[in-house]
């Protein structure tokens, strides 16, 4: 039930999703949402975030640990601007789309939000002071990249349309380059590795990723 109401939440948003829906594409029986989820959707939802919000966050880890953050940063933003493409633009954010419907409602679902997108941060700005940056250099682009990023995902999605996202990758790898150095030690002795190191199944927000 979780995996399901993640990739619901990326597609339809909390609203939108029911019970029914969650349980009839999950294969779960009717009855076990009470048993496991007693707090009820809000819980569920909440559960969803957090699990979709560490495994992205394993993701970037990854990625900027085998690359120069520029290069991971450029290839993030390509990949999930074709997977948005392919998916008919159905397939955005669950962590931005609850958080643009609940946060300002829901204590639940504002934290839960937080503690992925505050996640997220934090391993942006850990690689990029590995590059150099001083940490409150580093936090400040952590967060131009963050906020670029899901911007330029909003973006494409809305005008149905790769280029913005595209366009914000491109942009913010430029700025990275300019002010971090090349090589690092979060590199390994990989010379740095090319963009194409970013993993392809995790950035679709898998939940059992």
Same mark, same amino acid.
């Given at each position: 039930?979780?995996?399901?109401?993640?990739?619901?939440?990326? +597609?339809?948003?909390?609203?939108?999703? =029911?019970?029914?829906?969650?349980? $009839?594409?999950?294969?779960?029986?009717?009855? @076990?949402?009470?048993?496991?989820?007693? =707090?009820?959707?809000?819980?569920?939802?909440?559960?969803?975030?957090?699990?979709?919000? &560490?495994?992205?966050?394993?993701?970037? +880890?990854?990625?900027?640990? @085998?690359?120069?953050?520029?290069?991971?940063?450029?290839?993030?933003?390509? %990949? /999930?601007? @074709?997977?948005?493409? *392919?998916?008919?633009?159905?397939?955005?954010?669950?962590?931005?789309?609850?958080?643009?419907?609940?946060? /300002?409602? &829901?204590?639940?679902? $504002?934290?839960?939000?937080?503690?992925?997108?505050?996640?997220? +941060?934090?391993?942006?700005?850990?690689?990029?002071?590995?590059?150099?940056? *001083?940490?409150?250099?580093?936090?400040?682009? *952590?967060?131009?990249?963050?906020?670029?990023?899901? =911007?330029?995902?909003? %973006?494409?999605?809305?005008?149905?349309?790769?280029?913005?996202?595209?366009?914000? =990758?491109?942009?913010?790898?430029?700025? %990275?380059?300019? +002010?971090?150095?090349?090589? &690092?030690?979060?590199?390994?002795?990989?010379?740095? $590795?090319?963009?194409?190191?970013?993993?392809?199944?995790?950035?679709?927000?898998?939940?059992?990723?």
């Amino acid at each position: 039930m979780i995996r399901t109401m993640a990739t619901l939440l990326r +597609r339809q948003g909390y609203a939108a999703t =029911g019970w029914r829906q969650v349980i $009839a594409e999950s294969g779960a029986p009717w009855g @076990s949402q009470a048993h496991h989820f007693p =707090g009820g959707k809000q819980q569920l939802a909440a559960e969803a975030v957090a699990i979709a919000g &560490s495994a992205y966050q394993r993701m970037l +880890r990854a990625a900027l640990e @085998s690359s120069h953050p520029a290069d991971a940063v450029l290839a993030w933003a390509d %990949l /999930a601007a @074709s997977q948005l493409e *392919a998916s008919g633009w159905v397939d955005g954010c669950p962590v931005a789309t609850v958080a643009l419907e609940e946060a /300002a409602s &829901s204590d639940t679902l $504002a934290a839960a939000c937080a503690i992925a997108l505050t996640g997220w +941060r934090d391993a942006l700005t850990e690689a990029i002071a590995a590059h150099g940056a *001083a940490t409150p250099e580093a936090a400040s682009l *952590a967060t131009l990249i963050l906020a670029g990023m899901e =911007g330029g995902l909003l %973006l494409s999605r809305a005008t149905r349309n790769p280029g913005p996202l595209r366009t914000v =990758g491109s942009e913010l790898a430029t700025a %990275l380059r300019a +002010r971090l150095q090349p090589v &690092s030690a979060s590199s390994r002795g990989t010379g740095g $590795a090319t963009a194409s190191a970013v993993p392809d199944t995790p950035i679709r927000y898998e939940t059992g990723i």
